[in-house]
């Protein structure tokens, strides 16, 4: 019988930790063990993976992917239809070096029959089930109510049996916000159940006040969509959430922080022991302000694709303030936010012009019409039309799906912006794409490590003297989406294998692995956070203990 089942040989091993020439052994699907070198008697009988001393890391952890998620459609919604399943997103995320994703149930706050946060979580887990997955899996819960009963009977059995150990909240979106007091509500349960909170920092309020001026005066294209979110809406919307966090004792992390202001918040507030953590995503050292009038004229509804929330930073000098956030520690985690909208689907970004339409034709008659209800039912357009309509027709950005794709990116980019560059250390690199997330979602040590025991998930890049860098085109990726915000950037590195629980998914350019693979992960309490000692009897932390 022998010994291993793979031996990856010749890599330059990296940890969160440090960076050494090891050989990795791998046996049913774990790290069995780790040698400078193996005798031969080991390596008989196991197939050997040469990585020709290129980096060998822990598989990247995505902690922020929507994939088949229902977007109800209407202004100021988060609408529209996900393009990716479970299939094509995960085949994109083990092409670009990601062995684990954690996604979103979203609970649906105008249907009486997603009131249980169970049952959102198993009509979710149902999809991923009818494709099935390249890549492990998990999800996080969007909980966009605050009732009571579900929260106390709900969330320990969402932690016990389904090991679903995060949720969502939102502070923007008609549909999906939570008050302050809400907020309070869901910080509070969450606490009890050691349920990581993630927070959506955009002040609702602002935004739609922010709305209404600018469609008063016609911006309604594309561009100004990041006039009606300017980085104060992120910083507001932020230090109050660290408040009301700090109110009831409770460690959040802030989702796509896309300013300096917002990131210095964060480090304001970790300065003073606060468990505060951020993740950052690759839009927001990529893009700006100005590539939402990228295409043909500023006014042209194409620029609809760059549209995200919260938007990209305003110019290039808050790319560099970003990145000393991200050298400094402050950001905890580098996500995707892979919310993929396609530009020829009719509910994909079009909506932002069918919506539109719709609105100039209701009883106000000025294209806003706050009492506009919210749909599920997709458009009906034939593929000719809506070319014709977007040509067209003008479209409001207030409809249009807020999302880019990204799952498969998200390492390269930061492998040639921050590894190769010599902005992060490689150990930095695994620590923002690997580590951090599998202990933040209570991964940690079966993920996001190398050691003995922990699942052989793996990325093995191209040996750096050999890659001619190239310039990224969509036609490269695998994700079903039809363009990429990073079309012609340059990178300098791939992954050249991603090895999910002992087996290659992806292999020198093809998708080698099996949709039946990938398992749902069940997770425990997060591990980066440390238990705080007792509240003792400090009237000031009333809330703690009321
Ligand atoms: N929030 C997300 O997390 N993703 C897409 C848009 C949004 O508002
Ligand atoms: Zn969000
Ligand atoms: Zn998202």
Same mark, same amino acid.
């Given at each position: 019988m022998p010994r291993f089942d793979t031996v990856i040989v010749n890599g330059l091993v990296v940890t969160a930790a440090d960076s050494a020439y090891y050989n990795i052994g791998i046996k049913d699907g774990k790290i069995e063990a780790l040698a400078r070198e193996f005798s031969s008697a080991d390596l008989e009988g196991c197939e050997i993976i040469d990585a020709e001393g290129a980096y060998v890391m822990p598989g990247g952890i995505d902690g922020h992917v929507h994939l088949c998620q229902d977007l109800k459609t209407g202004p100021n919604k988060l609408g529209g239809r996900c393009s990716d399943n479970f299939e094509t997103g995960s085949r994109s995320a083990a092409a670009g070096g990601t062995t684990t994703m954690v996604n979103f149930a979203s609970q649906d706050r105008l249907d009486e029959a997603d009131r249980s946060l169970i049952g959102v979580v198993q009509r979710y887990a149902a999809r991923a089930q &009818?494709?099935? &997955?390249y890549i492990d899996y998990a999800f996080h819960v969007i909980i966009t109510r605050n009732d009571p009963d579900v929260l106390q009977s709900e969330l320990p059995v969402l932690v016990k049996?389904?090991?679903?150990?995060s949720c969502k909240l939102f502070m923007t979106y008609d549909t999906m916000r939570l008050t302050d007091r809400q907020l309070l509500d869901v910080m509070v349960a969450a606490r009890k159940n050691s349920v990581t909170t993630l927070i959506h920092a955009e002040n609702g309020d602002a935004i739609e006040w922010l709305t209404e001026q600018l469609e008063a005066r016609d911006m309604i294209a594309p561009y100004y969509h990041a006039l009606s979110r300017p980085p104060l809406i992120e910083a507001e919307a932020s230090n109050r959430a660290i408040a009301l966090a700090q109110l009831v004792q409770n460690p959040i992390l802030f989702v796509h922080i896309g300013s300096p202001m917002a990131a210095q918040n964060v480090r304001e507030a970790q300065s003073r022991g606060l468990p505060i953590y951020a993740e950052t995503c690759p839009q927001y050292f990529n893009l700006t302000w100005q590539d939402l009038k990228r295409f043909h004229s500023p006014t042209c509804f194409e620029n609809s694709k760059m549209i995200c929330s919260p938007p990209p930073p305003a110019e290039k000098n808050d790319h560099e303030a970003l990145q000393r956030y991200l050298a400094n520690g402050t950001f905890t985690i580098w996500s995707s936010d892979h919310c993929p909208f396609r530009y020829d689907d009719p509910d994909g970004k079009p909506a932002g012009v069918l919506e539109h339409a719709g609105s100039m034709q209701g009883e106000s008659g000025d294209g806003h019409n706050p009492a506009a209800p919210c749909t599920s039912v997709y458009h009906e357009v034939p593929k000719e039309d809506l070319s014709r309509l977007l040509a067209r027709k003008m479209g409001h950005f207030k409809h249009v799906p807020n999302g880019i794709p990204g799952v498969e990116t998200r390492l390269p980019l930061l492998f040639s912006q921050g590894l190769l560059t010599g902005l992060i250390s490689p150990s930095r690199f695994v620590e923002l794409t690997s580590t951090n997330p599998a202990k933040l979602y209570g991964m940690y040590p079966q993920k996001g490590c190398l050691m003995?025991? &922990?699942?052989?998930d793996l990325v093995i890049w191209h040996p750096q003297a050999t890659f001619k860098p190239f310039a990224l085109s969509n036609s490269h990726l695998h994700h079903n989406v039809d363009y990429t915000p990073y079309e012609g950037q340059t990178l300098s590195n791939w992954p050249r294998y991603t090895m999910v629980r002992g087996k290659l998914i992806w292999s020198n350019g093809k998708i080698?692995?099996?949709? &039946?693979?990938g398992n749902f992960v069940k997770r425990g309490p997060n591990s980066l956070h440390q238990r705080p000692q007792p509240f003792g009897t400090d009237l000031r932390n009333v809330a703690t203990w009321l």
């Open positions: &009818s494709t099935g &997955s049996e389904w090991g679903i150990t003995p025991g &922990s699942d052989a080698v692995g099996q949709l &039946s693979h």
